[in-house]
């Protein structure tokens, strides 16, 4: 993050009104999410990803955090319900793009 602000990239608005989704794992859960319950996030570290996601969604007068309720980053990708809502977020975004015939 530092590095991409040092050039000048995290600029809210930056992407203007495209369409934005942060789909971004369950804070209450840590980075573990379901695949690891045990791993539960230390408060401070959540609470500054978190504050790290909604940046993120202010690139876009468009943007949005989606957090999926149990997530762990990995469970995003490798378990079923989670990455149905994941590849749902991203079809919601190309429906949202303005297509050109």
Not at 19 to 25: A, D, I, S
Not at 31 to 49: C, D
Not at 65 to 82: I, N, R, T, W, Y
Request: proline share 4%.
């Amino acid at each position: 993050m530092e590095y991409m602000q040092s050039l000048d990239l995290l600029r809210p608005g930056i992407l203007g009104a495209r369409p934005l989704v942060v789909v971004t794992r369950d804070s209450a859960k840590g980075a573990g999410g379901r695949l690891y319950p045990n791993a539960q996030g230390n408060r401070a570290r959540e609470a500054l990803h978190e504050e790290l996601q909604k940046e993120l969604a202010l690139l876009s007068s468009n943007g949005r955090v989606h957090p999926v309720q149990g997530a762990g980053h990995g469970s995003l990708v490798f378990v079923k319900e989670d990455a149905a809502v994941t590849a749902q977020c991203i079809c919601d975004v190309v429906q949202a793009l303005s297509w050109s015939d």
